[in-house]
């Protein structure tokens, strides 16, 4: 299995949670706290015909009992949730998922690995400081709901 999300130990990245199903997930990610920067509601129709984001209006920051260090946060349906995370402590294999069991157990449930930086250094690919999870979110979703 692929692992798309590997951040860099001691580096933060912005992750969007692009919600194509109906349903609201809470979703849960393991070793870390992050905060919820916006929620943007976005065509998803456009998102399924050409797999770009296409913003329907503003984004909108977190409810006041949302502020501060979250380990879930609440993705809404044809929204994009905008976390962002600090990777600290540890480096290795973890994963983040939706806290609804059936959901978990449908897949969304999925790896993510921090990477230390020396390894990290010697990577082809750099891993970026800010990336979308499209891919991840496009087949949690999808498969999950199919
Ligand atoms: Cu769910």
Not at 105 to 131: C, G, T
């Amino acid at each position: 299995m692929t692992i798309p999300e590997k951040p860099l130990l001691n580096t933060t990245e912005t992750w969007e949670l692009i919600n194509l199903t109906e349903d609201s997930h809470p979703i849960h990610l393991h070793l870390v706290r992050f905060q919820i920067l916006d929620r943007r509601p976005f065509d998803t129709f456009n998102y399924f015909s050409s797999n770009a984001v296409r913003y329907t209006g503003p984004a909108v920051p977190p409810d006041p009992g949302e502020l501060g260090w979250k380990d879930t946060a609440r993705a809404d349906p044809g929204i994009v949730t905008r976390i962002i995370v600090p990777f600290q402590g540890y480096a290795g294999r973890y994963v983040w998922h939706c806290h609804i069991l059936e959901h978990e157990d449908n897949e969304m449930m999925r790896p993510f690995e921090v990477l230390p930086a020396a390894v990290a250094s010697i990577q082809k690919h750099p891993v970026l400081s800010s990336h979308g999870l499209l891919h991840a979110q496009t087949s949690v979703s999808a498969s999950a709901m199919r």
